[in-house]
């Protein structure tokens, strides 16, 4: 609840409609209560981009890996 | 050491020896899409799973589709395990209202059991639900292994083929791994573990009221302490047979109890530890033959399993001697062997199992990269302690995971054709196809990646007192072990601990995620790459110059191009932590 409530807190610095209902679904997702406590949403956040950025050097690490073997063939 | 250990350990060798065979013939009939006699069940199963997902069993794959397959695929279960992980507490199957898994240790776990490694830096039965082990973590034990065998396949389909450009299909691949040769195998050996005494139930945990109560004094955050009285025990229950089973024959490892395979209820009895032993190294076995039968030499098939034999018996050897010996710090003390005296170190281990089942096991789970434990390594004599650490070391290539093991002594098969090239100034062969530059290059990729991940973190870890030294419980050699093991353990997937480091930190958690992750994915790339350009080649009939890869000779050179890989790369690291301490120890000193 840590983010959440701090980001309640500036709430008038959101002049956006898209950051309020953005918010709001925050809200409603019971979840995020928990996961939000004690600054763990960032967290979450930084565990699955971790995660995502992992995969994809492995990915680009394959291309790469094909690549080396065509530039010996043509080599 | 005594004849009856010696019998044991052979007994269950020769177990291994009968059933490799049989089983291996049968995978190769499975991955060949030949005709086998669970067809009739397995069969319209396979076509119905086909169906519902949309998959095209005639649709074969490049290497690197099959390899980015793979590793989406490992994405998005690995993303699922988290979040199942991070919302347990408002899932069913909760009975003991276990809170929601915290974020690192979340992804350390989603990581551990997507790699095959299940590193457990938690306590199973105080912090997963029955939902996140059953529906996550057994499910990972199933695909973990059953890719671990599609891409032992892809890599023999590499070896066997000429001039193509495919691998097979890595969906149909993991499918028949799972339903034809994992499923059935589990089922029916997950029944034996009941009839052994292996709980199998969902209900909430009992209480037992304490015959002596105990008074346990604690000391809180704030550094005061408190007494309290302690006067019932919570014994733990659970869905735990049905994941014994995958957990060895998928030699994945993770407990469902944190004692593992030394709690009463995952193995109660000498005949389940002989099944969980057996159950390690069955399908490992088997994939030797597998090979020999799909690349039609099955010479050479046993060759390899002829070397990996010999390194599983001289590891034995090594533990069992180290662990059967009194030990020089009690010197004053009586330790000879009795009828109720073991004679040698007891300490960590199981009364039922013994120093020579202790042993035994310790070197099977270490030599595949399962990570069941059935005794403490960390309280191993230093060099009974060596022989796991040394045996992950070397790349997890004795058996080995299922298909992990394989692949990885197929990596080192390909080094030693291709020293063994250089040595007759030849360009070498293997199996009638040319070892050129581009498969060395990714064999030394997949070869340099495992040093470079354990020593690294292990470095790191080291340098830093506050974040890598403040988790360790022993100093000196013995603390240098076990973080050592650690990262040896992670980057190896295996998953077993030389449990004195707290490893359940924020830095621990996060690298050694990364480590698992390294050590699965980034050599299985290499690994594909190899298979793809091998498929590529056309095959070179066999010529007075072509090392023959079938022969004691081959298997000797296989067997140093491994050691001596493993020795170059650890020794010097190994001299500081596990042979130092044995120095040390016959010096009057511990840790």
């Known amino acids: 609840m840590v983010e959440i409530a701090s980001v309640c807190g500036h709430q008038d610095a959101l002049k956006g409609q898209i950051g309020r209902r953005l ?3 925050l809200r409603c997702i019971r979840p995020f209560e928990y996961v939000g406590r004690g600054g763990r949403t960032m967290w979450d956040v930084g565990c699955v981009a971790a995660s995502v950025l992992f995969f994809a050097i492995a990915i680009g690490y394959t291309m790469g890996c094909e690549r080396l073997g065509t530039k010996e063939k043509q080599g | 050491m005594t004849a009856n250990g010696w019998f044991q350990v052979f007994f269950f060798f020769a177990l291994v020896l009968l059933c490799a065979k049989p089983l291996g013939v049968y995978m190769a009939h499975v991955f060949e899409r030949e005709h086998t006699w669970a067809d009739r069940i397995f069969r319209p199963i396979e076509r119905l799973i086909y169906r519902l997902t949309g998959i095209d069993e005639t649709h074969e794959m490049a290497w690197t589709e099959y390899a980015v397959v793979m590793l989406l695929f490992s994405l998005v279960t690995m993303l699922v395990t988290y979040a199942i992980e991070r919302l347990q507490q408002v899932l069913p199957l909760n009975p003991q209202h276990l809170a929601a898994v915290a974020p690192d240790l979340a992804l350390n776990t989603a990581a551990s059991f997507t790699t095959n490694t299940n590193w457990q830096a938690y306590v199973p039965e105080t912090t997963m639900s029955y939902l996140t082990q059953m529906v996550t973590l057994a499910y990972h034990n199933f695909f973990s292994a059953a890719i671990g065998i599609a891409l032992a396949v892809a890599l023999i389909r590499g070896i066997s083929r000429r001039e193509s450009k495919t691998l097979g299909n890595f969906w149909v691949d993991a499918t028949r791994a799972s339903l034809w040769v994992l499923l059935p195998g589990c089922l029916i050996y997950a029944l034996l573990l009941v009839s052994q005494g292996v709980v199998q139930n969902f209900r909430p945990y009992d209480q037992a009221k304490l015959v002596q109560p105990q008074t346990v004094t604690t000391t809180g955050t704030d550094g005061k302490t408190s007494t309290q009285t302690v006067t019932t025990q919570s014994i733990a229950q659970g869905p735990t047979a049905s994941q014994e089973a995958i957990k060895m024959l998928g030699t994945n490892g993770g407990g469902f109890f944190n004692a593992n395979s030394a709690h009463p209820f995952e193995n109660p009895t000498p005949l389940s530890n002989l099944m969980q032993m057996f159950s390690i190294f069955l399908i490992p076995a088997g994939l030797t033959v597998t090979l020999g039968r799909m690349t039609r030499s099955p010479k050479h098939g046993w060759a390899v399993f002829a070397a990996m034999a010999t390194l599983f018996l001289v590891g034995v050897f090594v533990a069992y001697y180290a662990e059967s010996q009194p030990n020089p710090l009690l010197h004053s003390v009586n330790q000879h062997v009795t009828a109720t005296q073991a004679g040698g170190n007891m300490e960590g281990k199981e009364v039922r199992f013994g120093i020579a089942n202790s042993a ?9 990269s399962c990570g069941a434990v059935n005794s403490a390594h960390d309280s191993f004599m230093p060099l009974g302690g060596l022989v ?14 299922v298909g992990a093991g394989l692949y990885g002594v197929l990596i080192f098969v390909v080094l030693s054709v291709f020293i063994a090239g250089l040595m007759v100034g030849r360009t070498p062969e293997y199996l009638g196809k040319k070892i050129e530059s581009y498969d060395v290059k990714m064999a030394m990729l997949y070869v340099l990646i495992f040093p470079l991940s354990i020593l690294g973190f292990s470095a790191v870890s080291l340098m830093m007192p506050n974040l890598g030294l403040s988790a360790l419980t022993n100093t000196g050699p013995h603390g240098l072990s076990e973080i050592l093991y650690a990262y040896t353990s992670a980057t190896g997937n295996n998953g077993s601990a030389f449990a004195g480091l707290s490893a359940n930190t924020h ?10 992750l390294i050590g699965r994915f980034l050599m299985i790339v290499p690994m594909m790459a190899l298979a793809g350009n091998l498929a590529r080649k056309k095959m070179v009939p066999p010529s007075p110059g072509t090392f023959p890869v079938h022969t004691p000779l081959f298997t000797v050179l296989l067997v140093g191009v491994i050691l001596i890989v493993g020795a170059l790369t650890f020794f010097p690291a190994l001299s500081l932590g596990p042979i130092l301490e044995h120095l040390l120890m016959h010096a009057g000193k511990t840790f």
């Open chain 2, 360 to 368: 035994l096991f310790a070197t099977v789970t270490t030599d595949a």
């Open chain 2, 507 to 516: 830095w621990y958690n996060l690298s050694i995620s990364a480590a698992m």
């Open chain 2, 388 to 401: 796991p650490m040394v045996n992950i070391m070397l790349g997890e290539v004795i058996f080995g995971g």
């Open chain 1, 23 to 25: 918010l709001e679904m």
